[in-house]
């Protein structure tokens, strides 16, 4: 006898930027924390990218109005963007602050939630970094 269950579908959270379901729920307060231990082999990177990680992180809290994804590592519902967004924003901004481009290699090598391999991960085999 086949029984009937509640199937209530979960919610899905959108990235507040691409719009796409969060579906690898890692929160950008996380990641930012990540990278800040990365980058402590970089003094004048830490010094210069994480105060801009932490306004970016500022803002996207100030836009958690109602639901968010609960992050897999600190349980926190604060995953409003998805880590591939995040991961781009950070790229961006290490190439605004034109490092070099083995720590852009390195980023990616660590960091990369690029797996279509279509973004910003595009530009290693494009040879740009």
């Not at 010094?47 to 932490?54: D, Q």
């Not at 781009?88 to 939630?113: G, P």
Request: charge should be negative; charged fraction near 25%.
């Amino acid at each position: 006898m086949l029984k009937h269950f509640n199937t209530q579908p979960e919610p899905q959270i959108l990235c507040d930027v691409c719009s796409e379901a969060v579906s690898n729920p890692i929160c950008p307060s996380c990641l930012t924390n990540e990278i800040e231990a990365w980058a402590t082999l970089y003094p004048d990177l830490i010094k210069n990218l994480i105060p801009r990680l932490r306004q970016y992180l500022n803002q996207a809290d100030d836009r958690i109005v109602f639901e968010a994804t609960l992050c897999l590592k600190c349980n926190e519902t604060r995953g409003i963007v998805c880590p591939y967004c995040f991961t781009e924003f950070v790229f961006n901004e290490l190439k605004r602050m034109k490092v070099n481009k083995i720590i852009l290699k390195e980023f990616l090598e660590f960091f990369n939630f690029d797996f279509d391999h279509n973004g910003y991960s595009n530009e290693e085999k494009l040879g740009v970094i």
